[in-house]
């Protein structure tokens, strides 16, 4: 299971710049970036925080509004300059996608049009991988479920979670999944930098699918 921004794909300060952009634009108010600090570290969750802390009304247009705003600020970025991909990122998931024992998923604390958007500028392939988005739930935790029951239908299998913040790491912990963190977000005894290496992988997850 993974994480897009900052796992995936390089996207973590834009992300950031362009949702500050839009709630600012929408509600006149300058929203705080420490992410951390949200009870629930996703688009939604981090907008219904941010609307009872500032009384903000008519929330469901807010909303809709900024969704809208983020998108459209997303493209026009896309435009001038596709993402980058976490080295490494696409050919780590075509190599799993090709293992008959292992199913992918993602779950993102992004609105799954952000997802879409992101993923397939920096030329990631996802058809035929179960996605979970703020889109379904506020939680992370709720939304891995998600993600979860959508790749496997319950059926009992081990977790291994990739992200690149704490609020993943939380998550983890909550959910008493393996977590594998990306990058120096934070900190955690299994740690990459990026997916370039299979066989760094193979010593980290203790799977016995590489080749």
């Not at 026009?76 to 976490?86: N, T």
């Not at 703020?134 to 239908?153: G, L, P, Q, V």
């Amino acid at each position: 299971m993974f994480d897009i921004d900052g796992t995936l794909v390089e996207s973590y300060e834009l992300d950031t710049r362009l949702f500050s952009e839009s709630v600012n634009d929408v509600t006149g108010i300058n929203i705080d970036t420490n992410w951390s600090r949200y009870t629930h570290a996703t688009d939604t969750g981090i907008l219904h925080q941010f609307f009872n802390e500032h009384n903000i009304r008519n929330r469901v247009e807010a909303e809709q509004e900024i969704k809208y705003l983020f998108l459209e600020k997303l493209k026009q970025a896309f435009a001038r300059e596709p993402l980058q991909e976490i080295p490494g990122a696409s050919a780590f998931i075509e190599y799993l996608k090709s293992k008959p024992n292992i199913v992918l998923s993602i779950a993102t604390g992004g609105w799954l049009e952000s997802a879409v958007l992101k993923l397939e500028s920096a030329g990631i392939h996802t058809d035929s991988i179960a996605i979970a988005s703020s889109n379904d739930h506020y939680s992370r935790t709720e939304i891995m479920k998600i993600a979860a029951f959508r790749a496997t239908a319950h059926k009992n299998c081990a977790w291994t979670y990739f992200g690149d913040g704490i609020w993943d790491k939380k998550a983890c912990e909550d959910l008493g999944i393996n977590f594998v963190l990306v990058g120096n977000g934070t900190e955690h005894y299994q740690c990459i930098e990026s997916f370039e290496s299979l066989g760094d992988l193979q010593v980290l997850l203790g799977l016995d699918c590489f080749e």
